[in-house]
């Protein structure tokens, strides 16, 4: 017997099979009120040939600037690290380290955003 899914969840609601599946509202980003409080970055691939180039970015939330990016052949940790060391550099963060001057990170949870040195780096930076 075949069903498509939206069938296969009205029959199990019927049946009370399911739980109330109702979603919970989420809370809005809070917005930047000053420059460098919240970066947003990602990766990216640029087919070149036969090969790939990666991109890692950062941009600032509240001016949309981008602050710091690396290019690479890889799409490792320490193309990210270097990226981010391009931006705190050039905004002229990198002297307060460990202060409340370092930025908030966002991401999508990604590979790379989820490995345990990329973790420890934000860490060792201040960085949440």
Do not use: C
């Not at 509240?62 to 052949?73: A, E, M, T, Y």
């Not at 345990?116 to 060792?124: G, H, N, P, S, V």
């Amino acid at each position: 017997m075949e069903a498509d899914a939206s069938s296969f969840y009205r029959v199990m609601k019927q049946e009370h099979l399911m739980e109330n599946r109702q979603r919970t509202p989420k809370t809005p980003q809070e917005k930047p009120e000053v420059p460098n409080q919240i970066w947003s970055w990602d990766l990216t691939y640029i087919p070149l040939g036969p090969t790939f180039v990666y991109v890692f970015a950062i941009i600032d939330v509240f001016s949309r600037k981008i602050v710091g990016w690396h290019l690479g052949f890889n799409a490792r940790v320490e193309s990210m690290k270097k990226a981010w060391d391009n931006a705190l550099v050039n905004e002229g963060i990198l002297d307060v380290v460990g202060t409340s001057q370092m930025p908030t990170a966002l991401s999508d949870h990604g590979v790379q955003m989820a490995r345990e040195t990329a973790k420890q780096f934000f860490k060792d930076l201040g960085i949440k």
